[in-house]
Nanobody, 116 residues
């Protein structure tokens, strides 16, 4: 069983920054895709962005130019750097990992609240 543990959420003012971390319980080389999703109250969970095993990234249009996903293979950790945060970024953020066999794992989520 794979465990993904997110950290780094919190309360920040609009325009501020946060960095989320997602630590995996096994080598992230075993995943072909690592992603971040978010879910705001009353809304469906949506993809924020993802990074493939080859380092290719993609982002939701709403966060392009503000958010950056990166990975530290030595620490088995994926990060989400969030800059220029807006109140509409308020949500629970979830880490997601997909193996080459298409097994999918989720973290427990971390709350991000952006005040105006």
């Amino acid at each position: 069983q794979v465990q993904l543990v997110e950290s780094g959420g919190g309360l920040v003012q609009a325009g501020g920054s946060l960095r989320l971390s997602c630590a995996a319980s096994r080598s992230i080389f075993s995943f072909n895709r690592l992603g971040w999703y978010r879910q705001a109250p009353g809304k469906q969970r949506e993809l924020v962005g993802a990074i493939t095993s080859g380092g290719v990234t993609n982002y939701a249009d709403s966060v392009k130019g503000r958010f950056t996903i990166s990975r530290d293979n030595a620490k088995d950790t994926v990060y989400l750097q969030m800059n220029s945060l807006k109140p509409e970024d308020t949500a629970v953020y979830y880490c997601n990992a997909r193996t080459f066999a298409f097994d999918v794992y989720w973290g427990q989520g971390t709350q991000v609240t952006v005040s105006s």
